[in-house]
RNA sequence: GCGCGCGUGGCGAAACUGGUAGACGCAGCGGACUUAAAAUCCGCAGCCGCAAGGCAUGGGGGUUCGAGUCCCUCCGCGCGCACCA
């Protein structure tokens, strides 16, 4: 054993055994308990980043715990190879999106496995590849013979300049990010997937999820957002023709507070009526500017104009005015909405601002009401008041009472309202799976033949910003209608890539299939037993890849209805943020690396300034690590100085999985420092020469007190990698142990068999955390087997045991004292050593002791007046 | 704006089921070793106070013998908001 640690040796030496060994190849056996182990997977953005690096490490933790648990563990690795970064790095560069991605992934892919993770490679999925695509292509088809799949038309940000649909990050202030064009929304033809069909399913399941953070199934369950209310038809005639608007309301209960409608500027009322107004025209041209997102438009300053149409209330038959609101939207319901400023913050803000009437029709114990004052009970649930035969009902008897009034005049009808939406996966891009269609003049849209599967994505265009250059490449484009032979027209829209991140968990579980999506081997590895990955995927993906599950259930194609047993969602990384605001121009973003901080003499920090120029920048607080912050720190610089296991012990240490963790060079450093010291501590035990078999009887009370600190680190560790997935306070546990062996007096050899025991817990104890440098430790130790192969030990119950306690006495609510005690004594005789305690007695004094509550093992708390 | 979280020493955090607030680590200070420095080792350390003791878990209020933990409210920060992934 070397005298002082090298991480690069040590970690290729344990890197080339797992290599050589096919630690980590998993195969399936259904005589053993299965183990999948499952990361979000990375989009090759070029490098890894620490984000990355915390995710995969957590993985790897849980996986080579419960490796040794005995489980047989799959923990796979892929590519989110589709996506805009490709697209805008081949504009930057003109290099094909193809070849920029798989050059990412052979870097990225190098260093993943120089960190040493247990990744069985011969799993790898990445999805820009056509074995893996063909069957999203294919299961596409298999939605559109079910009719879960279906075309409608969509809402989408257009830059009139470049001619082009942008992503909603493209679009900064309203403006398409390269032209600076105003952006105009626009209504373009779409493919749809009907989430909402498993609306139902996917809310009514989060109950079963246990292994999943509650606050995550709360945000689904509110994004799902089930709503029980009354769709509300109000007639009007257009021209000739008698039609109706159409509204949705969970607060029928407020229907004769209805003063005004608002529709949608694109709605055929709002362009009936804008080509008889100029200035309603131009109204409603602004309204289709700005983007389509809907963070924008909720903290859009609310306007509209009046149409000088107006609509039938269906109960009273008044004459109800028609706006356009820039806040409504076309995609959502019907693009109308009714406005009730009596009982609705937003549209009481409305009408004051346009004059239009307000209305109380519901009353909440008898509270004066005032038009000229919103306050929040005016939402509340009350009574009907100014509502005609109405008035006096509750909000459940009113809304009743109206719905079936309606429905009776056909006018209305209560309806299960979802917030969720289908899913639009039509993406006018090229760097994406295509969509398998064909457009005949004759035959309409044919889908592409399952045996003409996949269609091919070509792999060489260059992207340039206007448009897709898929649609002008006429070897892509031309093609036969399968139906009827004539010369038609290919689809060029490509899929959404939550497609692709949907299902990649159930192909990890079949590789090498080119015949089927899935085989049975999903059913043995599926669910995963254990995803990880960031909160920032809470809902989408996630909710996303629970519906293409069920998708491929109802096709017979999986057992399973849900994907991820156990939900662990990882915080950001985040990292100082340091900046100069000129008097001109763009603010400029300094890497942390580079800046320098300035404390005063107890450490606080006073200020900061660039190293290059000495000169002060400002400090941004504390922000997720990103690009357009510049805060990012490069894992691989780090592994370079520190070695692997350093950035794994660092990255587990800082902070629970679960929370925001900040990056600090120092404490990094400290990891190493930690390593250093264990290094030392085994090769100063090992080098001290043999070590006897441990005599339990034959220990001192210092040599008792170390066993039983060891195995309730054992104990400890196990339940945090366990139970609490808390690594950080597992990481805590083997320092207190390693500090404790350190100080042990280990002169004799009973102690030396003492200290051997410890040592080697410690090093099982780290192993899932460090897993390089105590595959070495445990050699060292005398073991020829590697540490990743060795069961997990259980604690000795007979090394826990302890003879006396020390509790804590509070005297009206305040630690004053503390005695010991036997660990078996009666409550009895704890409440009188307690009260016999002469600090006790003191903070008694002359007052009663009214009451004594002793809570076994913990404390005594004494109650006097 | 809406939905969901988080807030504890100079800093990252611990306190798991309502029961000793600050384990472990970073930075800091003092000492040992060294010609010296680095590395390493030993020790000190929430704040106020000589001490006794008091005050402290973002602010305010409540429940309880007892609250970082439960409830109400306000403030700050983070994540998501459907075409970033």
Avoid at 263 to 273: F, G, I, K, S
Avoid at 484 to 512: H, I, K, N, Q
């Amino acid at each position: 054993m070397h005298e002082t640690y090298d991480p690069v040796a040590v970690e290729a030496a344990a890197q080339r055994h797992w290599d050589s060994a096919g630690t980590f190849r998993a195969l399936e056996d259904p005589g053993r308990e299965k183990y999948y182990c499952l990361s979000m997977f990375p989009y090759p953005s070029g490098r890894l980043h620490m984000g990355h690096v915390r995710n995969y490490t957590i993985g790897d933790v849980i996986s080579r715990f419960m490796r040794m648990q005995g489980r047989n563990v799959l923990q796979p690795m892929g590519w989110d190879a589709f996506g805009l970064p490709a697209e805008n790095a081949a504009m930057a560069n003109g290099v094909p999106p193809a070849r920029w991605t798989y050059e990412n992934i052979a870097t990225m892919k190098r260093q993943l496995q120089a960190l040493g993770f247990g990744l069985d490679w011969s799993r790898e999925v990445t999805t820009c590849r056509p074995e893996y695509y063909r069957w999203n292509q294919w299961l596409f088809l298999r939605m559109l013979e079910k009719g879960i799949a279906y075309q409608k038309t969509g809402t989408v940000n257009w830059d009139p300049v470049d001619q082009t649909v942008l992503a909603n990050e493209q679009v900064i202030d309203g403006r398409g990010w390269r032209t600076g064009a105003l952006i105009e929304k626009r209504e373009i033809p779409m493919y749809y997937l009907g989430i909402t069909a498993y609306a139902e399913e996917l809310l009514g399941a989060l109950d079963g999820l246990e292994g999943w953070p509650e606050r995550v199934r709360t945000m689904q369950a509110n994004w799902i957002g089930k709503s029980e209310g009354v769709t509300i038809a109000f007639p009007y005639r257009l021209g000739e023709e008698a039609r109706t608007l159409k509204v949705f309301t969970t607060r029928a209960d407020t229907l004769f507070g209805v003063t005004f409608v608002a529709v949608a500027a694109e709605h055929p009322l709002a362009a009936h009526a804008a080509a008889l107004d100029p200035a309603l025209a131009a109204f409603v041209e602004e309204c289709k500017r700005g983007s389509v997102m809907e963070a924008d438009l909720a903290t859009l300053d609310k306007r509209g104009m009046a149409t000088g149409l107006s609509v039938t209330h269906p109960l009273t038959g008044a004459a109800v005015p028609v706006w356009v609101g820039n806040y409504v939207l076309m995609g959502y319901g019907e693009g109308a909405v009714m406005g009730v400023p009596g009982h609705d913050e937003r549209d009481f803000a409305f009408a004051r601002k346009y004059g239009l009437p307000i209305r109380q029709v519901i009353d909440v114990g008898g509270q004066p009401y005032s038009g000229e004052r919103w306050q929040s009970w005016y939402a509340e649930y009350g009574r009907c008041v100014g509502s005609g035969r109405y008035d006096g009902l509750d909000h459940a008897a009113a809304v009743a009472a109206i719905a079936a009034d309606l429905e009776a005049r056909g006018l209305g009808a209560r309806q299960v309202q979802w917030r969720l939406r289908d899913w639009g996966i039509s993406r006018q891009r090229y760097w994406g799976c295509p969509i398998p269609l064909i457009h005949c003049t004759g035959c309409g849209i044919v889908p592409v033949p399952d045996q003409d599967l996949p269609v091919v994505l070509p792999e060489d265009l260059v992207p340039d910003g206007s448009g897709n250059p898929l649609a002008k490449l006429q070897s892509f484009v031309a093609c036969r209608c399968p139906r009827c032979g004539a010369a038609a027209r290919r689809e060029t829209d490509t899929m959404d890539t939550f497609v692709d991140s949907s299902w990649y968990f159930l192909r990890y579980a079949c590789p090498g299939n080119d015949a089927a999506m899935v085989d049975a081997r999903a059913n043995y590895w599926l669910p995963a037993d254990q995803y990880i990955g960031g909160i920032e995927h809470a809902i989408l993906h996630l909710l996303y890849s629970r519906f293409w599950t069920r998708v491929m259930r109802d096709l017979g194609l999986v057992g399973v209805s849900e994907p991820f047993q156990n939900l662990l969602t990882q915080g950001m990384v985040r990292n100082a943020i340091y900046f100069r605001k000129p008097a001109t121009g763009r603010v400029a973003y300094f890497n942390p690396a580079d800046v320098e901080v300035l404390t005063d003499a107890k450490g606080q920090v006073t200020g900061a300034r660039l190293k290059a120029d000495g000169q002060p920048v400002e400090s941004g607080g504390i922000g997720t690590m990103s690009k357009s912050k510049n805060n990012g720190v490069d894992p691989q610089a780090f592994i370079d100085r520190y070695g692997a296991d350093t950035a794994r012990l660092f990255m587990m240490f800082a902070a629970p999985p679960d929370l925001s963790l900040d990056w600090s060079d120092e404490a990094a450093e400290g990891a190493s420092r930690f390593l250093k010291r264990l290094w030392r501590a085994v090769h100063a035990h090992v080098t001290a020469g043999p070590t006897p078999a441990l005599d339990p009887a034959a220990l001192s009370a210092t040599d008792r007190a170390l066993r039983r600190l060891a195995h309730q680190t054992l104990a400890k560790v196990t339940d945090d990698y366990g139970r609490r997935r808390t690594f950080n306070t597992a990481i805590a546990a083997v320092m207190e142990l390693l500090n404790a062996i350190t100080r042990h007096d280990a002169s004799t050899p009973v102690a030396r068999a003492v200290v051997h025991e410890a040592l080697e817990f410690a090093v099982l104890g780290l192993s899932p955390v460090v897993p390089h440098i105590t595959h070495a430790l445990w050699h060292a130790l005398g073991h020829p087997r590697a540490v990743i192969d060795e069961p997990w030990p259980a604690a000795d119950p007979a090394a826990l045991v302890q003879e006396a306690v020390e509790l804590v006495v509070q005297v009206n609510g305040k630690v004053r004292s503390r005695i010991q005690v036997a660990v078996d004594a009666g409550e009895d005789a704890v409440r009188a050593a307690a009260l016999a305690d002469p600090t006790v007695q003191r903070f008694v004094g002359a007052q009663t002791v009214r009451k004594v509550i002793v809570v076994p093992g913990k404390l005594v708390s004494v109650v006097a007046h």
